[in-house]
């Protein structure tokens, strides 16, 4: 069975990191693409970050650019989402979701991800 399970989110203070971990069991990464998004209250779900498995291309909201770096350990089945310099307007439920197929380069076509995890939250907060 394909899952995803997020973590790594919590409360943190303005200017502040997290890392968030995708792992990814019932299937192996290196056949997927990975994305994260994210969903404030109230809000539409929209795209953070994604990055691709030919050879590792990655793509990010322009609100994160900067800020917010992707990668993946295949080895480990897993994907990671470095978050410096948060900003209160970072807060939200992030997800992370995968397309199965080859891609050279990622996209942030939502409908594409048909595998999804649970989420995990993100407060930034003084």
Excluded at 51 to 69: C, E, L, Q
Excluded at 99 to 107: D, F, N
Aim: proline letters at 2%; hydrophobic letters at 35%; a negative charge.
């Amino acid at each position: 069975q394909v899952q995803l399970v997020e973590s790594g989110g919590g409360l943190v203070q303005p200017g502040g990191s997290l890392r968030l971990t995708c792992a990814a069991s019932g299937f192996t990464l290196d056949y997927y693409a990975i994305a994260w998004f994210r969903q404030a209250p109230g809000k539409e779900r929209e795209e953070v970050s994604c990055i691709s498995n030919y050879d590792g291309h990655t793509d990010y909201a322009d609100s994160v650019k900067g800020r917010f770096t992707v990668s993946r350990d295949n080895a480990k089945n897993t994907v990671y989402l470095q978050m410096d310099s948060l900003k209160p307007e970072d807060t939200a439920v992030y997800y992370c979701a995968a397309a199965e197929g080859l891609y050279k380069r990622c996209v942030f076509d939502i409908y594409l991800y048909d595998s999804w995890g649970q989420g995990t939250q993100v407060t930034v907060s003084s």
